[in-house]
């Protein structure tokens, strides 16, 4: 814990968590994506299963987490990019009810919807231990790739190789 408490002091990026959700395993790569429900933060309902037949990121973060909020223009660039190709994003914000305004205001600068995770009305990945987190679900609804929390983020590079072969798209590089 205590090197936890220096790598955030200095600015580093894993970020430990607590939430009123249940700390469930985390969904296991192979597996079948777990429920996903509740409003997005514009007050749109919001369920992981009627994406099925598409591929989707879920991205956990919080609006006081500097690697989420580096990774967010790298997940906008590539949900605006492919979005026409079947792909979509749902940000998951693990911010507390108090700082719901942080977070509204943070996602309006982007494309993707997102939701806060105490509003969800079902949440089969439960509270995650650390952001940010990311995980891609095939057009199957499986599992098929888990990113953990890193100083910067999940990268562009890392999201060609994980997705775009779920989209059947050649890398643009």
């Not at 590539?78 to 977070?103: C, K, M, N, W």
């Not at 095939?138 to 990268?155: I, L």
């Not at 994980?162 to 798209?169: D, F, K, N």
Request: aromatic share 8%; net charge neutral.
């Amino acid at each position: 814990m205590r090197a936890s408490l220096a790598r955030m002091a200095m600015g580093g990026a894993i970020v430990v968590i607590t939430a009123c959700w249940p700390a469930f395993a985390a969904p296991s790569v192979g597996a079948p994506a777990p429920a996903l429900t509740g409003p997005e933060l514009d007050g749109r309902a919001f369920d992981l299963s009627a994406w099925r037949g598409k591929t989707v990121i879920v991205n956990f973060w919080a609006s006081w987490c500097a690697p989420c909020r580096h990774e967010m223009p790298v997940l906008n660039a590539f949900y605006q990019r492919y979005h026409g190709r079947g792909l979509e994003v749902i940000g998951i914000s693990t911010d507390r009810p108090r700082d719901r305004d942080d977070a509204v205001r943070i996602i309006q600068a982007f494309s993707y919807p997102a939701a806060l995770m105490r509003d969800l009305t079902a949440n089969g990945f439960g509270a995650p231990g650390a952001i940010p987190v990311t995980y891609v679900i095939d057009s199957s609804g499986v599992v098929r790739t888990s990113f953990s929390p890193t100083e910067n983020g999940v990268t562009e590079e890392q999201l060609d190789q994980a997705v775009l072969p779920l989209l059947g798209v050649a890398p643009l590089k």
